[in-house]
């Protein structure tokens, strides 16, 4: 297996298309990383006008996924790329789908942050959505940087990461049935701090996908075949 | 990367998430792509159900080695598609298997070249036979100079495969049939054969080398003097043919490769670099100067 390049095509134009999608891949990684930082920190500081700015701010997300998706159909039908071209063209329509989806999970967040924002008062659930926000941004930095670097290894690093947030995702659930069981008063504004969770676990979900693609891209060996 | 503790809130800005840039990656070393090191063929060069076999097959013309110690397995009703470079030997290779070179001057071949385990480079062996086993498909649609009924029935004739006239107009009816003609020219079966489309006139010399019952047939570019069209009629018909024959086929349109052939060996300079499953070949090849040859990297 040659080192993974999008170079020294004998047509340069192509070099220029395949790095235009990476970059613009990269970007759009950028951009729903900060999304989902924005919705979590919009939870944890009841800041309505941050969640706001988040849920306009999905638009710009699903432009970009449409954007670049025009751009790999016009590659294949214009380059028909092989091997390790094709791989990564193909990687690219499928890891924007995974970002959008996590742009959508951000904009969910969003909406319950004003709705949390709204009921008033820090409350319990806070912490969970701290800790599992925390390692799911970590995991999708992660990700990211594994596919600015080609990083297999990295990828399947970041793959473990996934079960941790699993497992805190369950210890989760457990602790806020515990809370509505204690105060029923609190049943509404808990099922808004369950579905950031749940929304957060499913980014997570997303982000793992996203790794198994890079290792798809680089090695050729599609692990979900395990 | 944005640090994020994990024991408190994500103390990050609004727009701190770091611009990450697509790192270009390292370009495969030279060495990697150094040919001269190239030993053994990688992938999966043999069969157990080997129609054709060659074995440390080396083919000079005068003092120049025009292929270098090739081992390979062609299996029975298998579409091998062979791929690479011009010069790179893959039509002296097909024109190995039915002895073709032989009319070269100064043309030496060494080694193995096998069918069902005879050997085809045998003194007793009779070449005018073997081409009737072995029948090629050229480049350019050469028909003879006579109807397209002769043309067909030609080859029938000098083997003697047909007793009688009516033997020799189903001969000439089922080649041309199974060379998706027949429709095309039932009705006009004594013109010339060279008043046919090019892509017609192919599938005619298709029909002609069929005519025979070989085993094995060659082509060598059938396609590249061919619009579209008349190469998806002959793409399709190389998949159909393939149930009843075994197809080596050499082309310089890797999509052509991708698309009829079951596997694919890559040639260069003289070399068989790599033979694997064409799925594997346009996915995930193992080779990293078939990756570069067909991606559209070389030089």
Same mark, same amino acid.
């Given at each position: 297996m040659a080192k993974m390049s999008f170079e020294n095509h004998i047509m340069k134009q192509f070099d220029d298309e395949l790095e235009e999608i990476r970059t613009r891949l990269m970007e759009m990684g950028g951009k729903v990383e900060q999304q989902v930082q924005n919705a979590v920190r919009a939870v944890s500081d009841a800041d309505s006008q941050l969640a706001e700015e988040v849920i306009v701010e999905e638009q710009l997300v699903d432009e970009m996924e449409v954007d670049i998706d025009e751009a790999c159909i016009l590659i294949i039908a214009r380059r028909q790329p092989a091997a390790s071209d094709l791989r990564l063209v193909m990687m690219v329509t499928k890891a924007i789908n995974d970002l959008e989806r996590i742009g959508d999970e951000a904009k969910k967040i969003a909406n319950h942050a004003i709705l949390l924002a709204e009921e008033g008062g820090l409350s319990k659930g806070y912490p969970e959505i701290r800790h599992i926000g925390a390692s799911v941004s970590k995991m999708l930095a992660n990700a990211l940087d594994a596919f600015a670097r080609f990083d297999a290894d990295a990828a399947m690093r970041t793959i473990e990461e996934d079960k941790q947030i699993d497992l805190d995702y369950k210890t989760a659930l457990r602790e806020l049935v515990t809370y509505m069981m204690e105060d029923p008063r609190s049943i509404s504004r808990v099922i808004n701090v369950l579905w950031v969770v749940r929304s957060l676990e499913r980014i997570g979900d997303h982000t793992k996908n996203l790794c198994e693609q890079i290792i798809y891209v680089v090695k050729g060996k599609d692990i979900r075949r395990r | 990367m944005s640090s994020v503790d994990t024991a408190k809130a994500p103390k990050v800005a609004k727009n701190a998430s770091k611009k990450r840039k697509a790192v270009a990656p390292k370009m495969a070393s030279r060495q990697n792509l150094d040919?001269?090191?190239?030993k053994v063929t990688v992938g =999966?060069?043999? &069969?157990? &159900?080997?129609k054709m076999t060659m074995r440390d097959v080396n083919v000079f013309y005068g003092d120049k =080695?025009?292929?270098?110690d090739v081992n390979i397995d062609i299996a029975k009703n298998e579409v091998m598609a062979m791929i690479g470079p011009? #010069? /790179?030997g893959k039509s002296t290779f097909l024109r190995t298997l039915n002895r073709?070179?032989?009319?070269?001057?100064?043309c030496r071949v060494e080694g193995d070249i096998l069918m069902d385990g005879e050997n085809?480079?045998?003194?007793?062996?009779?070449v005018v036979e073997l081409r009737a086993r072995v029948g090629m498909v050229f480049q350019k649609p050469n028909p003879f100079p006579k109807s397209i009924y002769d043309n067909v029935a030609y080859g029938p004739k000098i083997h003697g495969l047909a007793d009688t006239r009516v033997d020799l107009d189903e001969i000439v009816e089922n080649s041309l049939r199974k060379a998706s003609l027949w429709e095309e020219v039932k009705e006009r079966l004594? =013109?010339?054969?060279? #008043?046919? &489309?090019g892509g017609q006139q192919q599938r005619l010399c298709i029909a002609r080398a069929i005519a025979v019952s070989p085993e094995v047939i060659l082509m060598d570019?059938? /396609? &590249?003097?061919?619009d579209p069209i008349a190469t998806a009629k002959i793409e399709e018909l190389i998949e159909e043919l393939s149930q009843n024959f075994t197809i080596a086929i050499v082309t310089h349109s890797m999509q052509q490769a991708a698309r009829v052939s079951h596997r694919t060996a890559y040639f260069h300079l003289g070399k068989l670099i790599e033979v694997n499953p064409t799925e594997q070949v346009f996915t995930?090849?193992?080779h990293p100067l078939t990756e570069a040859y067909i991606t559209g990297r070389f030089g």
């Open positions: - | 040919v001269d090191d190239h =999966q060069s043999f &069969s157990d &159900s080997a =080695q025009a292929i270098y011009s #010069g /790179c073709m070179n032989d009319t070269v001057e100064g085809l480079y045998a003194p007793k062996l009779d004594h =013109q010339p054969g060279t #008043g046919l &489309s570019e059938p /396609c &590249s003097a061919l995930m090849p193992e």
